[in-house]
């Protein structure tokens, strides 16, 4: 029998190209929840960006609303989004499938804007990039990993998509 999924404010981070975004719309559609990308909050178009103070003005109005799934990392505003939310999922996936991943969001939005991003920012994959995706399970993974285990947030970690999706179809979307 399915559980019913109680949580209302959820959280989603992971390394880029962990599916992040995807995990946010199949879950919105499923229970019936607005996602909101922090992608598409921070970047302007032509990867032009706005200023911390904006960012958390947008960001603040979005975590004083009663439902939402708030997907990206942005570390700076973890904390804060993480005070906000009822429940936080951690995509803890293999550097190499992230790295994967995003050369095939790359090639399948070539030239063109992925959804979950600004109009006006094509898909690219850049060396900062690919450098930051690198580097995550050393240096953002742990700082992510302690504010989770010292928050009274309940969370999970998945290592595989295939978890996370086992997990998801525990639950039905009545």
């Not at 302690?146 to 309940?154: H, K, M, R, T, V």
Request: proline share 3%.
């Amino acid at each position: 029998m399915k559980k019913i999924f109680p949580y209302r404010k959820i959280l989603i981070v992971g390394c880029g190209g962990a599916g992040k975004s995807t995990l946010a719309l199949e879950m919105g559609k499923r229970f019936g929840l607005p996602v909101v990308h922090l992608d598409r909050l921070w970047w302007l178009p032509n990867w032009q960006t706005r200023t911390e103070q904006e960012f958390d003005i947008i960001l603040a109005a979005e975590l004083a609303k009663n439902d939402w799934i708030i997907e990206g990392n942005f570390f700076r505003t973890f904390k804060t989004r993480l005070s906000a939310a009822d429940f936080c999922i951690f995509l803890d996936y293999d550097t190499e499938l992230c790295i994967q991943s995003v050369y095939e969001r790359a090639e399948k939005y070539k030239g063109k804007t992925r959804p979950d991003m600004t109009e006006g920012c094509d898909e690219r994959v850049d060396d900062q990039f690919k450098n930051w995706i690198n580097s995550f399970k050393e240096k953002v993974r742990p700082s992510m990993l302690s504010e989770l285990q010292n928050s009274a947030i309940p969370y999970m970690v998945f290592q595989t998509r295939e978890d996370t999706a086992t997990w998801l179809n525990e639950f039905t979307d009545d």
